[in-house]
Nanobody
Framework: QVQLVESGGGSVEAGGSLRLSCVAS????????MGWFRQALGKEREGVAVISSAGRTRYADSVKGRFTISKDNTKNTLDLQMNSLKPEDTAMYYC???????????????????WGQGTQVTVSS
């Protein structure tokens, strides 16, 4: 069993930045697909960014050019740098891990093995 713990959420004005972090309870990042997902109030959960075990990244069109996903295999951390935040980025953000498809992360699927509890991001206009 892998436990994921997110941190770094908060409230920020539009145009601001936040950096989210996810720490795993055991060594996963070099062997798993890792991703960030979000769920706004009243909406379905959606993929934001994913990174494969080999470091290949994919982003949702809505965040391309503004968000950057990265990982540190030695520290077992996964980060999401969010710049130029917009009110529509307001959501609960979740970290997820998938051990079955380490080289082919699926941004459009929620079929991940492990999920964190989430961290809230609120962007005011």
């Amino acid at each position: 069993q892998v436990q994921l713990v997110e941190s770094g959420g908060g409230s920020v004005e539009a145009g601001g930045s936040l950096r989210l972090s996810c720490v795993a309870s055991r060594y996963t990042y070099s062997r798993y697909c890792m991703g960030w997902f979000r769920q706004a109030l009243g909406k379905e959960r959606e993929g934001v960014a994913v990174i494969s075990s080999a470091g290949r990244t994919r982003y949702a069109d809505s965040v391309k050019g503004r968000f950057t996903i990265s990982k540190d295999n030695t520290k077992n951390t996964l980060d999401l740098q969010m710049n130029s935040l917009k009110p529509e980025d307001t959501a609960m953000y979740y970290c997820a891990a998938d051990r079955r498809r380490p080289y082919d992360c699926d941004l459009g699927s929620l079929d991940y093995d492990y999920w964190g509890q989430g961290t809230q991001v609120t962007v005011s206009s």
